[in-house]
């Protein structure tokens, strides 16, 4: 009912595509009337009607065949889509939705550039979307969606089109050129953001970025130095990303650098089933430097006069929306300064006045009202893993948990490590605040996460194409497509998409990842009178398997009362022993206790009492202290 309502809201809201006009001009408006049927006290109703009305208050007069208007119709009615799927607390679908309503945003900023009614028109439907999303969505986590740092793009672009039509503030122009650096020019649009990043609008996501600074300055800026390019560089990773290993963009870019597959490729970063190096940190960050190396190679070819650096700009800029778009636009302008581009995309235009802002509010953060609280630094060692391992293994003999793997090797995509290729080492890093003396005797134990028996293959949808129909020519579940893809089965497949398809063996491939290993990890807390000999008796394992766990030398057989010792066992040795373990507890004797009332007790023999406590006969008395040996 909901559903049917909102699409004829959003459908009748424009029979015809429209071309906006100022409300001003009363004389040839007509007005939408935008009569829903709808009760005021619906949850549903209080939820979107601001939204909508943001989205659809504006007058227009008809126009056809218009492609911005054409578009803006196919994205109300993803937005439509959207809201429904949030509102039935599907949040996978919904955040497939807002995926493509805001992917279609950068197709309309191109084609709104030439006309400010458009562009009003764009940015109304533009911040309806925003707020939706960032204020009344009700299934989706905005703070860890990867979705948040593209729409804090999308909101920056909103909020620089609305001062653009409005009297900006003049600022005059500075600019300052040291050898070696990127020029610091402050100007109106630099301005514009300072002022956005310390708004109460964007304050709180910028404040996360300011706190990680330091932390990855120390990783990333000796990268730069190495490649010899200027440490300036660093704060595209910033504004690119917010710093997020993780982040995603509309365009499927990800990582820090926000690179796309294609561009990750061509300058070495491995993309497969297994690892996106796009989201390491290191490996993504040599080639945002050589990509960006390359890129002011092409400009120094056309303005070789550039003494001061500003090229770079042009480089950025470049990063952004494609060297090709850029030399078009300085032959069409007949300028190789970035600041006289203005047919660039809003989005480019924006960028480098992005990343000028963000450097100057970190280098002076209380004059912009923000205090930095950096994170901790990422310190770690390296362990070269020359076997497929899953996260849960490694976790198990590092007691390092799954997370912080996660966050230290974060383009591990699924928690296994690749199997190794031509006898290469696969470098892991764990924190280095650990003590990791009896990894390596515990890795060699490790038993191979088998995948021998996997086969995937990459499936590239075509146009008509849906999950049914390739489920049904591979011969394999929809639902094993969607898992191994991380999508929903009411996903609609887009043409050029790439699917990968388990056609053998996933079934065990999953069990494996559940059933992680067929032994327990406990620990033996060492007693007086213990032995190697005795304990490894107990835990039906050898004396030689104890000394490697625990990093003890082949020759040295002492060990200590209270050192906790690692024993690996297998589950049904852990059952029985767990069944089997005793406690030992002190009972006093109260008034009317016989032994037998007290074997009978606890559950165990009067022999076995008058054993613990070396008794001649049966005599107790009260307040005794006697030994009880008993199950847990």
Not at 406 to 418: A, H, L, S
Not at 433 to 441: L, V
Request: glycine share 4%; hydrophobic share 35%; aromatic share 12%.
């Amino acid at each position: 009912m909901y559903l049917i309502l909102f699409l004829s809201f959003i459908l009748t809201s424009e029979i015809d595509t429209v071309n906006v006009v100022p409300i001003k001009d009363s004389s040839i408006v007509e007005t939408i009337n935008l009569n829903i049927q709808l009760e005021k006290d619906s949850i549903f109703y209080e939820i979107i009607s601001d939204s909508l009305m943001n989205a659809q208050n504006i007058s227009i007069i008809p126009k056809s065949n218009d492609l911005f208007y054409e578009q803006l119709m196919e994205s109300k009615l993803t937005f439509a889509d959207a809201i429904t799927y949030d509102i039935a607390l599907d949040t996978t679908e919904a955040e497939v939705q807002f995926l493509t309503l805001f992917s279609s945003f950068e197709f309309l900023d191109s084609l709104s550039l030439d006309d400010e009614y458009k562009r009003i028109e764009y940015n109304m439907m533009l911040n309806a979307s925003i707020d939706y999303y960032q204020n009344k969505s009700v299934s989706i986590n905005k703070l860890e969606s990867p979705l948040s740092m593209a729409l804090f793009k999308e909101k920056l672009q909103a909020y620089f089109y609305k001062q653009e039509l409005e009297d900006v503030e003049f600022v005059d122009e500075t600019v300052e050129f040291i050898e070696g650096h990127i020029p610091i020019t402050f100007n109106s649009k630099v301005a514009t953001n300072v002022k956005y990043f310390s708004s109460n609008g964007a304050k709180k996501g910028v404040q996360l970025w300011l706190n990680r600074i330091n932390k990855f300055k120390k990783i990333i800026l000796p990268i730069l130095e190495e490649e010899g390019v200027p440490p300036e560089i660093f704060y595209i990773s910033v504004i690119e990303s917010g710093l997020n290993p993780v982040a995603l963009s509309y365009a499927q870019a990800l990582g820090p650098w926000q690179f796309i597959a294609s561009t990750g490729k061509v300058y070495g970063l491995e993309k497969n089933w297994f690892i996106d190096e796009r989201m390491d940190f290191i490996k993504s960050t040599y080639a945002a430097a050589r990509y960006l190396k390359d890129l002011k190679a092409i400009f120094d070819k056309v303005n070789p006069e550039d003494l001061n650096g500003e090229n770079w700009y042009l480089a950025f800029a470049a990063y952004n929306c494609g060297a090709g778009r850029v030399l078009k636009e300085i032959k069409r302008s007949n300028s190789t300064n970035f600041w006289d581009l203005n047919r660039l995309p809003g989005q480019t235009r924006n960028y480098v006045p992005k990343i000028l802002a963000i450097f100057l509010i970190n280098k002076n953060p209380e004059k912009y009202g923000f205090t930095i609280n950096s994170e901790p630094d990422m310190n770690w060692i390296t362990k070269k893993i020359d076997k497929q391992l899953s996260f849960n293994q490694i976790s198990e003999i590092s007691n390092v948990s799954l997370k912080t793997l996660q966050i230290y090797n974060p383009e591990i995509k699924r928690g296994i490590i690749q199997p190794k290729k031509d006898s290469l080492f696969y470098n892991l890093r764990l924190p280095s605040n650990q003590n990791y003396d009896n990894f390596d005797s515990l890795y060699t134990l490790l038993n191979e996460k088998s995948t021998k028996n996997l086969l995937i293959v990459e499936h590239t949808v075509k146009r008509g194409e849906n999950l049914s129909l390739i489920s049904k020519r591979y011969n394999v579940r929809i639902q094993d497509i969607t898992s191994m893809n991380k999508i929903s089965a009411k996903k609609y497949l887009q043409p050029g998409q790439v699917l990968q398809i388990p056609t053998q063996g996933y079934d065990t491939y999953v069990k494996s990842l559940i059933n992680t290993s067929n032994t327990t990890k406990i620990y033996h807390t060492v007693k007086t009178g213990d032995t190697l000999s005795e304990i490894a008796s107990i835990y039906k394992t050898s004396i030689k398997k104890i000394k490697k766990w625990n990093g003890i030398r082949e020759n040295d057989n002492v060990i200590y009362v209270g050192k906790k010792l690692i024993i690996f066992i297998s589950a049904n040795d852990y059952q029985r022993i767990n069944a089997n373990t005793k406690k030992t507890i002190t009972y006093k004797v109260k008034y009317g206790d016989s032994l037998s009332k007290i074997s009978y007790k606890f559950g165990v023999r009067l022999s076995d009492i008058r054993k613990w406590n070396n008794l001649k006969s049966d005599l107790i008395k009260v307040g005794q202290n006697l030994i009880i040996k008993t199950k847990n």
